[in-house]
């Protein structure tokens, strides 16, 4: 079915239509700040003024080729200009996903990205921002590690993220979950083979379980990315029991999702940070969202007629 979901909202007179709908704009909303600056910067300042910590992801266009990545590149140092202009940089984080700065182009663009990110994260420090790796699909693991390893060099501080569906990421975790290092655990959300990663959703959460026990006896930063509730009440009793302070982990939620749940964590001590996508690649964003929240499918069909 959600292949069916893809193809359908994904041809060109059904883009046509959502771009010309005010109704499914007003939808696509409530999960996506925009796609420009000004659509942005309201956003942040509202989350802001609620007690909240923000990331934000930039959905960049997709990449072909090496002139895509220079694209997105740009927009990235735009996103950190625009946040420093607006008094927005201090303590965000910005999520930096290699597959728009060109990692998927083979060896010429591992290295471009490499050095995209390089700039980025420099710029991003300079700002009093922080940094985090986005995570792709589990061939792509070994390229994104091995770039945080470098970039950790400079930056230490600088976050990665990994999946808690993949076998390898109890692995990757003993050797990632550095002092300080700030890492950020979700369940995953590419679906892979049985020979990379489980499948049924107990084994999963069992997984980030595991996942987060390891995260909380070591001296990293755990960065909780999840909505489940049973996780969230499992990561509050490991908490207390490491007797972590606030700003030694934090939760992390998607943007329009659970938006109370985080206020309740902030507003009873615990650092809660709203991850905010925005850009030119919003559609496509909304589309694997929809996979997600199949409920949302209904309502985004019924907001191409202009109906709410």
């Not at 984080?93 to 998927?104: A, D, F, P, T």
């Not at 990110?117 to 995570?135: H, P, Q, Y």
Request: proline share 4%; net charge neutral.
């Amino acid at each position: 079915m959600s292949e069916l979901v893809m193809r359908w909202a994904g041809r060109d007179q059904v883009r046509r239509a959502a771009m010309a709908s005010p109704a499914a704009r007003e939808l696509v909303a409530r999960y996506v700040a925009g796609e420009r600056l000004d659509d942005l910067v309201p956003v942040l300042h509202s989350l802001v003024d609620k007690g909240l910590l923000v990331s934000v992801e930039y959905l960049g266009h997709p990449v072909t080729a090496l002139g895509d990545a220079e694209a997105n590149r740009a927009g990235y140092l735009e996103l950190i200009t625009g946040l420093a202009a607006e008094g927005l940089a201090k303590g965000a984080e910005i999520s930096v996903r290699l597959s728009l700065l060109g990692q998927e182009l083979g060896a010429q663009g591992e290295e471009f990205a490499l050095q995209a990110a390089r700039r980025i994260t420099r710029m991003a420090s300079n700002a009093g921002a922080l940094v985090t790796l986005d995570m792709s699909g589990s061939e792509f693991v070994d390229s994104t590690l091995g770039t945080w390893v470098q970039l950790n060099q400079d930056l230490p501080s600088i976050g990665a993220t990994v999946q808690a569906a993949l076998h390898r990421t109890e692995r990757d975790l003993a050797n990632l979950a550095m002092p300080g290092g700030r890492i950020r655990l979700c369940k995953g959300a590419f679906r892979e083979s049985r020979a990379v990663a489980f499948r049924n959703r107990h084994e999963i959460d069992l997984a980030f379980v595991r996942g987060l026990r390891i995260l909380m006896k070591s001296q990293a930063v755990p960065l909780v990315a999840t909505h489940d509730p049973r996780l969230i009440a499992i990561a509050e009793e490991l908490i207390r029991r490491a007797g972590r302070a606030p700003d030694s982990y934090e939760f992390q939620m998607l943007y329009g999702v659970r938006p109370l749940e985080l206020r309740r964590l902030a507003d009873i001590g615990h650092s809660a940070r709203s991850y905010v996508p925005y850009g030119p690649g919003w559609y496509e964003y909304y589309l694997h969202g929809l996979v997600e929240r199949p409920d949302n499918l209904a309502l985004f069909m019924r907001s191409l007629m202009g109906k709410r």
